[in-house]
């Protein structure tokens, strides 16, 4: 019988990189913005060929507020164009859309987009979970807030009210662009899943890296702070 442990159901990526995969090719950042988008279509499109039955993308985080007003603008217009052209391939594909987050204040149409696609896609087999002025410490604090209303405030009682509840366990993180550091995603979550870092540029990240990291990850040995 093949080991539960060794097969992906759950992955998160922070998707770094964009803007330097910009600039070492003297495009603007937007232009890089833009190339993300397209990998986080193939990547989504190329889903089906893997274990994995959920994948979170840290999309804009509470902090990305502080950015230039119009990269910030940028991204916003991204998203509109990326929900609406594939949204159809969503539900063509059997996939729900979940979003982290207190993406509620974002722009009023952008939110009745969301809810929406949140809507047309509720019957999904496979989840992309999207990251949406998101940040950790705050869901973390939202959670135990709404634990303490209800009475003690256990582990258990915060993970039922975290953004990731209806979703599987966090199995694999991974960073793109070579930095190593959480930024403040899914703190709590992470607390024993297996992490992977790599040099790759987020727009020039693939499925076959992914499956790259999948396999790594099946050679793993998750102890869970045992021997």
Known sequence: MANADAVARHVAIIMDGNGRWA??????????????????????????DTSVECLTLYA?????????????????????????????EFIANDVKLHILGDWRALAPDIVEMLEDALAKTAGGSRTLAV??????QGEIARAAARAAAEGEITPEAIERHLDTAPLPPLDLLIRTSGEVRLSNFLLWQ?????????????????????????????RRERRYGGR
């Open 23 to 48: 600039k070492a090719r003297h495009l603007p950042r937007a232009v890089g913005h833009q190339r993300g988008v397209e990998a986080v279509r193939k990547l989504v499109r190329g889903l089906k």
């Open 60 to 88: 804009f985080s509470t902090e990305n507020w502080r950015r230039p007003q119009d990269e910030v603008g940028d991204l916003m217009n991204l998203m509109r164009k990326f929900v609406k052209s594939d949204l159809p």
């Open 131 to 136: 990251a949406l002025n998101y940040g950790a």
């Open 190 to 218: 992470c607390a024993y899943a297996e992490m992977m870092f790599t040099e790759v540029l987020w727009p020039d990240f693939t499925p076959a890296h992914l499956h790259d990291a999948l396999d790594a990850f099946a």
